[in-house]
């Protein structure tokens, strides 16, 4: 059976490793998230973050690296 949290990690790891000119606050923004929440998500602060969030963020990160 996979890692439960692989997908929560996998999507920390895009937001962290996001183009510079991607910022927290665009993010926010585009998703309706608060940039505390993106900060300390990226910190790994959350342990629970919330699949809904998750696949949004993921799939918004994913689309972000394809258009650039």
């Not at 996001?18 to 990226?42: C, H, N, Q, V």
Request: proline fraction near 3%; charge should be positive; glycine fraction near 6%.
């Amino acid at each position: 059976m996979a890692n439960e949290t692989s997908w929560r990690d996998s999507t920390r790891d895009l937001l962290n490793e996001r183009p510079a000119s991607l910022t927290i606050d665009k993010i926010a923004e585009d998703l309706g998230y608060s940039s505390a929440w993106l900060r300390m998500f990226a910190r790994g602060k959350i342990d629970d973050p919330g699949v809904c969030k998750i696949q949004t963020l993921n799939v918004y990160l994913k689309n972000y690296k394809k258009k650039g």
